[in-house]
């Protein structure tokens, strides 16, 4: 009964630790929540980019934004938190969009730019990550919604909005 109630632990998808004699038990991790912020007024970022591009209350103006990017290359209240974190091995991230605006929450090789030139050249990041360019429709993650990433490699980890490229997470993977 132990070794099927561990089998069945790993079908999950948690992560499993192997004794001399087979499977002794299972450890499973905790998800990671990436909580994805932003902070669009809707009267301004609606007139500009088109309806429902922004569902909040209030916020900065669209002309504020574009002020701040292009004095910062970035604008503070876009981004995720945490933006460093540590991860293990299997570890599943949950990204959830508490803005008003879609992201992304696509794992790149490098940070680098998004599918917006106009963003991108704002933000100083001219060269596209090539993973933003390869993005399916259930990638963007609307006001509300979440996006789960299991982390598959050690080492570094990043993640980047490939609408906002400013917005990114750099995960240390045990």
């Not at 876009?78 to 969009?97: L, R």
Request: glycine letters at 12%; charged letters at 15%; aromatic letters at 8%.
């Amino acid at each position: 009964m132990y070794r099927f109630a561990c089998v069945a632990v790993v079908a999950l998808g948690l992560i499993a630790s192997a004794g001399s004699a087979g499977l002794t038990g299972a450890v499973a991790l905790p998800d990671r929540t990436v909580t994805m912020k932003d902070a669009c007024d809707p009267a301004t970022f609606n007139a500009v980019i088109g309806p429902g591009a922004c569902l909040r209350s209030g916020g900065v103006t669209f002309e504020d934004f574009i002020a701040a990017l292009t004095r910062h290359g970035t604008i503070g209240a876009w981004h995720f938190a945490p933006s460093d974190t540590t991860g293990q091995f299997g570890q599943k991230f949950v990204a959830v969009n508490r803005g008003g605006e879609v992201h992304t929450f696509t794992q790149v090789t490098s940070f680098g730019g998004g599918i917006v030139p106009l963003l991108n050249q704002l933000a100083h990041v001219p060269n596209v990550a090539p993973e933003c360019t390869n993005l399916e429709q259930d990638d963007f993650v609307p006001p509300g919604g979440s996006y789960q990433q299991q982390i598959n490699n050690t080492g570094t980890a990043r993640f980047q909005c490939c609408i906002h490229p400013w917005m990114r997470l750099e995960v240390q993977v045990r």
